[in-house]
């Protein structure tokens, strides 16, 4: 189980990356040249992901596979977000957190 949440992890801050860097990073290139990067990285991504989700399979449901990929996510993303991209999360932002812990709860309860 750890080792499908690690592999998840992995393969979100390539995805985050991937999806979201070109913005900063790439922001002034052509449209094209920023899919191709982030094409690239993705692929890092499914190396990632697929496993992740085929060891994870053999432990949790596929709800609560969707589940922790996105409580991952939101996880990678709100780092990605102030450390990365200088963005400030608003109060908003930890209410949609708070419904993941819901999400978390429900999809594992008995």
Same mark, same amino acid.
């Given at each position: 189980? #750890?080792?499908?949440?690690?592999?998840?992890?992995?393969? /979100?801050?390539?995805?985050?990356?991937?999806?979201? &860097?070109?913005?900063?990073?790439?922001?002034?290139? =052509?449209?094209? #040249?920023?899919?191709?990067?982030?094409? &690239?990285? @993705?692929?890092? *991504?499914?190396?990632?992901?697929? =496993?992740? /989700?085929?060891?994870?399979?053999?432990?949790?449901?596929?709800?609560?596979?969707?589940?922790?990929? *996105?409580?991952?996510?939101?996880?990678?993303?709100?780092?990605? @977000?102030?450390?990365?991209?200088?963005? !400030?999360? !608003?109060? !908003?932002?930890?209410?949609?957190?708070?419904?993941?812990? &819901? @999400?978390?709860?429900? #999809?594992?309860?008995?």
């Amino acid at each position: 189980m #750890i080792k499908t949440i690690f592999l998840l992890l992995l393969s /979100n801050v390539f995805m985050t990356y991937a999806w979201y &860097g070109h913005l900063k990073s790439l922001g002034s290139k =052509p449209f094209w #040249i920023a899919i191709l990067a982030s094409w &690239g990285i @993705a692929f890092f *991504e499914y190396c990632f992901q697929v =496993p992740a /989700n085929r060891i994870g399979y053999q432990h949790f449901s596929l709800a609560q596979l969707k589940i922790i990929q *996105e409580v991952i996510t939101m996880i990678v993303f709100s780092g990605f @977000a102030i450390f990365f991209m200088k963005e !400030n999360l !608003n109060k !908003n932002f930890i209410y949609a957190s708070i419904c993941l812990v &819901g @999400a978390v709860y429900f #999809i594992f309860k008995k």
